[in-house]
């Protein structure tokens, strides 16, 4: 019987640790985009980011959402935008959030 729930927990502790990535949720305000096209150069260059996803960009609010991977900092998203043209990148928002794997 003791086999069978250290099996159990442990068959539970493997799933959890597999499943759940720690991920935020990110806002950025984008300066200098001057036409419809730059949002797809700061997507492009934000998407080469390792541990950037779900990255949506517009135009008219002048503003990038996506999910990082806790890991990335936002040196390294700033650092980005910039890679994509005379464009600025602010994080205004970073929320915790729990993603299955």
């Known amino acids: 019987m003791i086999k069978q729930w ?3 927990i442990i068959t539970l502790l ?3 640790a597999s ?3 720690a991920e935020e949720k990110v806002v950025m305000e984008i300066e200098g985009m001057s036409c419809n096209l730059c949002p797809v150069a700061v997507k492009k260059s934000l998407s080469e980011v390792e541990g ?3 990255i ?3 135009f008219k609010e002048r503003k990038a959402w996506l ?3 806790e890991s990335v900092t936002d040196e390294t998203l ?8 005379p464009f600025k990148g602010t994080v205004v928002e970073r929320k915790p959030s729990i993603s299955e794997g």
């Open 56 to 58: 949506k960009v517009s």
């Open 14 to 16: 493997l799933v959890v």
């Open 78 to 85: 700033t650092e980005a935008v910039q890679k994509a043209g």
């Open 6 to 8: 250290i099996f159990i």
């Open 52 to 54: 950037a996803k779900d």
């Open 19 to 21: 499943g759940a990535v």
């Open 67 to 69: 999910s990082v991977d």
